[in-house]
């Protein structure tokens, strides 16, 4: 499932960690101190790896598509 602006902006801090997945290893990252993250998860020669894309609202959904496309 793909996720909208309205669910990332009501994306509120837990206790601990969580993530909200977008889809292809795609996803949003929301940390107990509040901040938001986009990561990729990927595997490369068996072994998983993640790349930061950046922090939410300076990387919007917007962005994060064209990203993805391009990547």
Request: zero cysteines; a positive charge.
């Amino acid at each position: 499932m793909k996720l909208t602006d309205a669910q990332i902006k009501n994306a509120k801090p837990r206790d601990k960690q969580y993530k909200l997945t977008d889809g292809q290893g795609m996803y949003f990252l929301v940390r107990p101190n509040g901040s938001k993250l986009w990561r990729l998860e990927y595997k490369l020669n068996n072994k998983r790896n993640t790349h930061a894309i950046g922090m939410y609202p300076a990387v919007k959904l917007k962005k994060k598509i064209i990203f993805f496309v391009f990547y």
